[in-house]
T-cell receptor, first 115, second 111 residues
């Protein structure tokens, strides 16, 4: 158990809909990362937040957005869903931006199925 | 971040050492080698990292060649629970840097 929690575990929705995925980082971790894992693209970095502020962006679609709240939990919002958005979405956290912190701790993921 | 090359898959006998190679010939002086693994659709799990010296922890050992162009992850006594996809990642250890995953090596530990 990494200490990172994600809800829901599974989500099935229809094309065109909007969903929100939630992540609670490990206690005390300030940095949250979102990754997408699809069959054809592998594990890809989407976006990072640090202490409430967006810090880095990867291959995140404009239909997707995220935020980190004052209690440090984060939400990933996916809108106008398409079949190709079906994937596993992972959240990871790390303690701080200190140089010597190397590990990221991943949650169990949310499996999104768009029908 | 430097690109890495790993074999697509490999089998290993239970109880034997598993040696997982990774080539990273374009690695820069300030880039670390990291290993993560993903057990069947679970979240990736950090294993070990190193800069130039060999490293060992309770999970594995990491051997980095002197020229740093390749490395080997060693699982000393593989168990069935070590069946997973293993990712070798090379990146600068800047604060809060993202992970860039390649295809990894699918390791199957057989009884």
């Amino acid at each position: 158990d990494s200490g990172v929690t994600q809800t829901p575990k599974h989500l099935i929705t229809a094309t065109g809909q909007r969903v929100t995925l939630r992540c609670s980082p490990r206690s005390g971790d300030l940095s949250v990362y979102w990754y997408q894992q699809s069959l054809d693209q592998g594990l890809q970095f989407l976006i990072q937040y640090y202490n409430g502020e967006e810090r880095a962006k990867g291959n995140i679609l404009e239909r997707f957005s995220a935020q980190q709240f004052p209690d440090l939990h984060s939400e990933l919002n996916l809108s106008s869903l398409e079949l190709g958005d079906s994937a596993l979405y992972f959240c990871a956290s790390s303690p701080s931006l200190r140089r010597e912190i190397h590990e990221q701790y991943f949650g169990p993921g949310t499996r999104l199925t768009v029908t | 971040d430097a690109k890495t090359t790993q074999p697509t898959s490999m089998d290993c006998a239970e109880g034997r050492a598993a040696n997982l190679p990774c080539n990273h010939s374009t690695i820069s002086g300030n880039e670390y080698v990291y290993w993560y693994r993903q057990i069947h659709s679970q979240g990736p799990q950090y294993i070990i990292h190193g800069l130039k010296n060999n490293e060992t922890n309770e999970m594995a050992s990491l051997i980095i060649t002197e020229d740093r162009k390749s490395s080997t992850l060693i699982l000393p006594h593989a168990t069935l629970r070590d069946t997973a996809v293993y990712y070798c990642i090379v990146r600068v250890a800047e604060a809060g840097n993202k992970l860039t995953f390649g295809g990894g090596t699918r390791v199957l530990v057989k009884p």
